[in-house]
């Protein structure tokens, strides 16, 4: 049984994953780098609705999905990840310009050499 995806839905799921990994990932290398557990919170919840909202309100300005000649689902999807993490960026940093120390991500440190 093979499930036949349309190029919208394609495009659709890359942005939402894209979103969802930008918002996930910092938090993610918390956890790793410090040797927690995970647990569920209702942040999460919270982050997968945003992030769906985010992607349904993003989707018009894809532009990608009109201009691209080729029937390749995974260029699709990777335009359009990349796409959704970059949006997902510029909106972490529209909220800092905002509201400065609300988003703050893991302090990343760098060994001198």
Do not use: C, H
Request: no cysteine; glycine share 6%.
């Amino acid at each position: 049984m093979a499930i036949s995806l349309s190029p919208e839905m394609v495009a659709l799921l890359g942005i939402f994953f894209g979103l969802l990994a930008r918002s996930l990932l910092p938090y993610l290398r918390k956890v790793l780098k410090e040797g927690q557990d995970l647990k569920w919170e209702n942040k999460y919840l919270a982050l997968l609705i945003i992030a769906a909202i985010a992607t349904i309100l993003t989707f018009p300005g894809f532009t990608a999905l009109s201009q691209m000649q080729t029937s390749d689902f995974s260029i699709l999807f990777t335009n359009a990840f990349i796409y959704g993490f970059f949006v997902d960026a510029a909106m972490i940093e529209g909220f800092e310009w905002i509201r400065p120390g609300k988003t703050q991500t893991p302090e990343t440190t760098t060994t001198p050499q």
